[in-house]
Structure formats: C-alpha cells, structure tokens
C-alpha cells in the first residue's frame, strides 16, 4: 500500500493518479509499504531554494515508517546523497495547469537511486509498471538534475518564443500563425513552449534556474541569457 505525505498540489495529483491506476493505497502511514514525500520545495527571493523544511519532513518520515521510501520534491543535486539514510529520488515533472493529466500520463519515471545497478524494490516496481512508460534508474544526482535540465530546457523555449514573436511584431506577421506551423514540424512538435512570456514567473523554472546559477553560473548565460545571471548573482544557495 502506497501513502504520499505532503500537502501541496503534486502529492494531491500523484495520489489521484494512483487511484485511478488501481493502486492500493494506505490508511495511514505506519501500514504503508511505500512513501513518497512530495512536499513542494519553497523559494525564496530570486529564486532560492528553501531546503531545511523538505530536511526536516523526510526525516521525521522516515522515523515513522519502515517503508520504502521516495523523495519527489525538488532538491538540488547532492541533497538526497546528504540526507544518508535509504531513500529514492524521483523527478516529478508536474505543472499546476494539467498537473493531473500529466500524474496520470507521465511520459516516463526518472528514479534516482544509491546503485543504479541493483533491482528496484518489487513494490516500487509495481507502482511504476502501473503506469506503462520508461524507467529511467539512474544516480541520485542524475536524477536531480535532471529536473533542472527539463525546466531550463522549457526556459530556453520560452527565450526563443519571445525573441521570435518579437521580430514577428516588428514585421508585422502574426506569430499565432508562425507558431502553428512550428507546432506542426515533428522536431518541435505540439507541446512545445511557444506562447511569449516571463518564464521567471514560474518558481519551479526560477528556483532551477538559481540552482543551475549556483552551479555553472556560464551555463546559465547561455541557455537563459546575461541578464538571468546578473539578477541570480545578487542571491545565494547553500545546496547541501
């Protein structure tokens, strides 16, 4: 039996999600046999991660249950290798505007683990199997930064889409039709970020665009632009 601890939309979504995949889930914590915590990570300004809440829920967590346990919040890479205890990491890719499509219809699982190497717990292969789509098993920090990687990837859409729709403006050709033609080319495809915006609204983009900041400050000038960086500069992240 699976139980999600958390209170934020994702654990909501990823509990429906379970129901709706004929997943048992548990009364209560101490009879699970799988936990996931999938607390939302806050931010503070500029996008810093707040960390010491998602600390403290994981382990008094895990002081109440002997389950497997999987950590889905957003944490920077190296953070579950810190906790040090017996816990997996998953990259939840959820976004507030289909969050539930998107639980039930994930494109695939990104398991971040001590081993790579050795088997994934039956009752955590079961739930994954549920959902009919890749598993990717992998280290703890390739799977951390993996989020990072997805949202600044969108990010870098999103810059380009702007910069587009802005030279569209300036010829005085509708961008609403140059996008369905983007959208209509295989290696760009439907679901692709074309609608102009400010990224840096979204706190799930800004917070790995800080942390991807903290990490390779040069990486982020060039997917996100020079100005990215001066605003990120004037926060810090402590990551561990």
């Known amino acids: 039996m699976i139980y999600f601890v958390g209170d934020s939309f994702a654990p909501r979504h990823l509990r429906e999600a379970a129901i709706k995949r004929g997943l048992k889930l548990a009364p ?20 810093n991660r707040i960390l010491d809440p998602i600390r403290d829920l994981v382990a008094e967590t895990r002081e109440k249950t002997d389950g497997v346990m999987v950590l889905s919040s957003q944490v920077p890479p190296g953070f579950t290798r810190a906790l040090r205890m017996d816990i997996y990491h998953m990259a ?39 959902f009919h789509c890749p598993i990717h098993q992998v280290s703890w920090e390739t799977a951390e930064f993996s989020k990072i990687a997805i949202n600044m990837t969108l990010a870098a859409q999103v810059d380009n889409t702007n910069r587009l729709a802005e030279a569209c403006r300036r010829l005085s050709i509708k961008w609403e039709q140059v996008a369905d033609i983007l959208k209509h080319d295989n290696r760009i495809g439907p679901d692709s970020y074309l609608v102009p915006g400010d990224w840096r609204k979204s706190k799930h983009i800004l917070r790995d665009a800080q942390t991807l900041a903290d990490l390779v400050p040069e990486a982020v000038s060039r997917v996100a632009g020079r100005i990215v960086v001066q605003q990120f500069r004037w926060g810090s992240t402590r990551l561990g």
């Open 92 to 130: 939840e890719t959820l976004r507030v505007k289909d969050a539930a499509h998107r639980a039930f219809n994930p494109e695939q699982f990104i398991i971040g683990c001590k081993d790579p190497s050795e088997t994934l717990p039956q009752v955590l292969l079961t739930y994954l199997d549920a």
């Open 28 to 47: 209560n914590l101490h009879r699970a046999q799988l936990v996931f915590v999938s607390q939302d990570t806050e931010i503070a300004e500029y996008g």
